[in-house]
């Protein structure tokens, strides 16, 4: 459970999106990206009874910023577990990105705690060598080192931006390889299933009736979104994770759930 995505936690369904900001400007592939904060409830949404897991409850922080050269993504995670076998266990995680415009460079930073002892930091710098080739990935932490980053591989921003294109353009499929600095073991290979799209003010959520809600960013045409998520290069057949998602085009995301089986 140490790896998440950028919009990560795990197993739990999360809803409710609030106080928007200023519309951010348009990435080179047309596909405009909102600026937006959002708070997100937290609730288990399913666990096996050998899992050990009887529930879990917090709040996610989520915020997406135009910094004109390029977007940050700050993201706080709050969650307590409670176990069939021990005391309840309270988890945090804090996850700082910055992705250049042109989708070449990366910086991030992520640290975990558990029961308020750091338990996990990665930390560095990325950069590809252009569009749709390889890289490298520079890390300061957990400890100092270089990893080569395969040719096709985008960072995260990049990748919600490939995900809304293809959904415009009627695809139903998206495989890339995305480096999302969550960990120190690299990226993932990540399949996207796409679904029909829904059309604009169809989202029909209760959250909408909620002062904090700003229902502008959720009037937008939307898709939901399967992910798979598999180390690099594995023949398993199984993803590590998986989630699916409401995506709408400025890229606010809602009706989440993460599944890691």
């Known amino acids: 459970m140490k790896r998440l995505s950028a919009l990560a936690v795990v197993g739990l369904s999360i809803a409710g999106v609030a106080e928007a900001g200023p519309a951010g400007a348009p990435l080179p592939t047309d596909v405009g990206l909102a600026t937006h904060r959002a708070e997100y409830t937290m609730s288990l949404n399913s666990a096996r009874a050998s899992g050990g897991v009887t529930g879990a409850s917090g709040k996610m922080t989520y915020r997406f910023a135009d910094t004109c050269d390029g977007w940050t993504v700050e993201n706080k995670t709050v969650v307590t577990f409670a176990y069939t076998d021990g005391n309840p266990v309270a988890t945090t995680w804090d996850y700082l ?134 180390p690099l290069g594995t023949t398993d057949a199984v993803p590590d994770y998986e989630v699916s998602l409401r995506y709408y085009t400025n890229g606010v995301a809602d009706e989440m759930i993460q599944s890691f089986g």
């Open 97 to 230: 990105t910055w992705e250049s415009k042109d989708g070449l460079r990366f910086r991030f930073r992520v640290r975990s705690t558990r029961d308020g002892q750091v338990n996990d930091e990665v930390a560095g710098t990325a950069t590809l060598d252009g569009r749709d080739k390889g890289g490298t990935a520079q890390f300061t932490l957990p400890e100092t080192k270089t990893m080569t980053l395969p040719k096709g591989t985008v960072f995260p921003t990049e990748h919600t931006v490939r995900l809304i294109e293809a959904a415009e353009k009627g695809g139903h499929l998206l495989a890339k390889v995305v480096f999302d600095g969550t960990d120190a073991d690299g990226p993932f290979d990540v399949n996207a299933v796409l679904d029909h799209p829904l059309p604009a003010n169809s989202n029909q959520s209760p959250a909408l009736q909620k002062r904090a809600v700003n229902a502008t960013l959720l009037s937008a045409p939307s898709w939901l979104v399967q992910l798979a998520f598999y």
